[in-house]
């Protein structure tokens, strides 16, 4: 069967009132983005509260969709048929064929329900969805209709050409990345900090991300881990800007003068604040991490007030309440797992202490930090000012 056209359903901006307009345009170009390097010529469009994607010439189906299901704000993609309006017998021969192409196995329920916006067509919603529902009946006697919770909801809209549908695949659903501002991932090699991204980018965020660096302790293809986990991230989310620190001199630095039961909180307090300096710079509205609450000695509500203490921005943690599991399904849907499990240790793993504290008092934080103070900030500003660049598409 050839479908000619996508009829892509959005969910929560048709509620958007005065606004839809805006959410509207921001998916049109979040579609045509994601469509770029698909194979084929895409016209794509918004026509009566409804999005539209007309597929020129040949192009590659499985693609376009695989493509089209990573779109947020999407919540259902329809392949099209468009039928020329050639009679109403003739639209009864094309539907019949088009049932008999798309469902082999005929033991199937089924409703037809037509809409006509095309006022000026020559029979009404209800004679349409009756006649051709006759049609299939007499075609298909082994079929019957279920006006109720049938098998097949074949959809007829009558247009300049006559559209028919009835496969609904399932959108990623969300908001139009781009909608809801921008905001900054603290990315690792891990598991949950993808997790993270991908889950904030739902909701209409775009990303950028901060990456830390402890050469030679780490190696490149730790670092390259990380680029190839915001690539997967990105198919989602689009464009990410990845900054790379380099935190060795600071790690060693803590590590030569913090207890080492506090390691791990104090280092987590200078990413945040060498994250939330190129959050600021660049205009984003918050931070985002994939702390999960008592996952680690650096996770418990004690370390990570601690965290907090740090920052001005606020900080988002969308799996705060998830556990592993639910974070490695997540990982799995998203492709990131297999990357992410790789065996390359990023910075947090290389200098964990053997036996951190779990609940930090912020005083005594504080305090310990203050033996830093010698060489501390003209480290991190060192730190900032050597940070690689790197853009990251999917």
């Known amino acids: ?125 209800m004679e349409i969805n009756c006649d051709l529902g006759e049609a299939i009946l007499d075609a298909f006697p082994e079929t019957h209709v279920d006006v109720h919770k049938p098998d097949v909801m074949l959809h007829v809209e009558v247009r300049n050409e006559i559209y028919v549908y009835s496969q609904i695949i399932p959108g990623a659903g969300g908001m139009p990345v781009g909608t809801n501002g921008s905001a900054m991932l603290l990315l690792s090699g891990g598991i949950d900090s993808p997790v993270a991204g991908y889950m904030i980018s739902k909701r209409g965020v775009g990303l950028e991300a901060t990456y830390f660096h402890a050469p030679p302790y780490t190696s490149e293809r730790a670092k390259q881990k990380v680029v190839d986990l915001a690539k997967i991230v990105a198919r989602y989310s689009g464009p990410i800007k990845l900054h790379v620190v380099n935190f060795t001199d600071i790690q060693l630095y803590i590590y030569d003068q913090c207890p080492h039961d506090e390691l791990t909180i104090i280092m987590r307090r200078y990413m945040m604040r060498i994250a939330e300096h190129f959050a600021k710079a660049d205009g984003c509205l918050g931070m985002i991490t994939g702390e999960s609450i008592g996952q ?99």
């Open 1 to 125: 069967m050839r479908f000619h056209t996508f009829l892509l359903k959005y969910g929560e901006i048709g509620i958007k009132g005065k606004n839809r307009y805006l959410f509207e345009d921001a998916l049109v170009r979040q579609v045509r983005y994601a469509l770029k390097d698909v194979e084929g010529t895409f016209n794509v469009y918004k026509s009566q509260a409804r999005i539209y994607v007309d597929c020129e010439g040949e192009y590659d189906y499985d693609d376009t969709v695989e493509h089209l299901k990573r779109v947020f704000g999407l919540v259902g993609i329809c392949p099209v048929v468009r039928m020329e309006d050639q009679g109403f017998d003739q639209l009864k021969k094309d539907v019949v064929a088009y049932m008999d192409e798309v469902y082999p196995d005929k033991k199937l329920s089924f409703k037809v329900e037509a809409r006509r916006a095309r006022k000026s067509y020559p029979k009404t919603s």
């Open 296 to 394: 680690v000695a650096s996770q418990t509500m004690h370390s990570l007030a601690a965290t907090n203490d740090v920052c001005t921005l606020p900080v988002y943690r969308p799996v705060i309440g998830f556990d592993k599991q639910e974070i490695v399904d997540i990982s799995e849907k998203i492709d990131t797992y297999e990357t992410s499990i790789q065996p390359y240790e990023d910075c947090c793993t290389i200098f964990v202490a053997k036996h951190p504290v779990t609940k930090p008092n912020i005083e005594v934080i504080r305090r310990s930090e203050e033996k830093l103070a010698e060489k501390i900030d003209a480290m991190v500003q060192e730190a900032i000012d050597t940070v690689e660049v790197i853009e990251v598409t999917p």
